[in-house]
Every structure is written in structure tokens, then in C-alpha cells.
């Protein structure tokens, strides 16, 4: 499967931002879809997760309540929608797939797209 982000940009603290993954491929829907993110000279890190049919999320604590993830299988499509953005928000968002394991480690994953920069200015 490729994966293709977008709708990252440059946003004020509070602001909102709209993170969307697009799948090649019509296995999508086999897939359990993550977001993670990657800050100059900081490892990369889990953001979120959804199941493969979206009953089951799940958010780093530090975006939990700011943020909601969602998918739509016929579509091929996972969103992250993030609200009252910060200035650690700050980083290049990726989205990844994953046949196996739905976890928070990057290696869990075995697709990734090619990521979208998030910038929030204070």
C-alpha cells in the first residue's frame, strides 16, 4: 500500500488543522492506520491509531483531547483532526499502516507515507 499525507501548514497556537492520509491500493480497509510524528532532533513518535474497521482509537496523552482520528474504508482515507494546537505540536506528521500489531511503536508499522509538515507559531 502507498500512503500519501497532507493538509499540514503553518498555524497559530489555538488554531486547528485537518491531517489527511489517502491509500493507494483496495486492501485498505485490512489495514489498522497510525500517526505519528517526527520533531528536528527528537525520535519519531506515536500520535494516534485507529483499528482497521475504527472501533478501536487511541492517542498519545499529549494530544489526547485535542485530537480525533477517524477513517473512512471507502474512501481509503484516515484523518486526524487536530485542535488548539501548541508550539510542540510542531513537527513532520507521517501516517503508516500496519498488517500486524496496532501499537505505538514506528517499527510496528510496516507502510509509511512521506509526511506533512505542521508548524505552530506561539
Known amino acids: 500500500v502507498q500512503l500519501q499525507a497532507s493538509g499540514g501548514g503553518l498555524v497559530q497556537a489555538g488554531g486547528s488543522l485537518r491531517l489527511s492520509c489517502v491509500a493507494s491500493?483496495?486492501?485498505?480497509?485490512?489495514?489498522?492506520m497510525g500517526w505519528f510524528r517526527q520533531a528536528p532532533g527528537k525520535e519519531r513518535e506515536f500520535v494516534s491509531s485507529?483499528?482497521?474497521?475504527?472501533?478501536?482509537?487511541y492517542y498519545a496523552d499529549s494530544v489526547k483531547g485535542r485530537s480525533t482520528i477517524s477513517r473512512d474504508n471507502a474512501k481509503n482515507t484516515v484523518t486526524l483532526q487536530m485542535n488548539n494546537l501548541k508550539p510542540e505540536d510542531t513537527a513532520v506528521y507521517y501516517c503508516?499502516?500496519?498488517?500486524?500489531?496496532?501499537?505505538?511503536?514506528?517499527?510496528?508499522?510496516?507502510?509509511w507515507g512521506q509526511g506533512t509538515q505542521v508548524t505552530v507559531s506561539s
Open positions: 491500493g483496495r486492501t485498505f480497509g485490512a489495514y489498522d
Open positions: 503508516a499502516a500496519t498488517t500486524g500489531a496496532m501499537g505505538v511503536s514506528p517499527s510496528l508499522y510496516n507502510y
Open positions: 485507529i483499528s482497521w474497521n475504527g472501533r478501536r482509537t
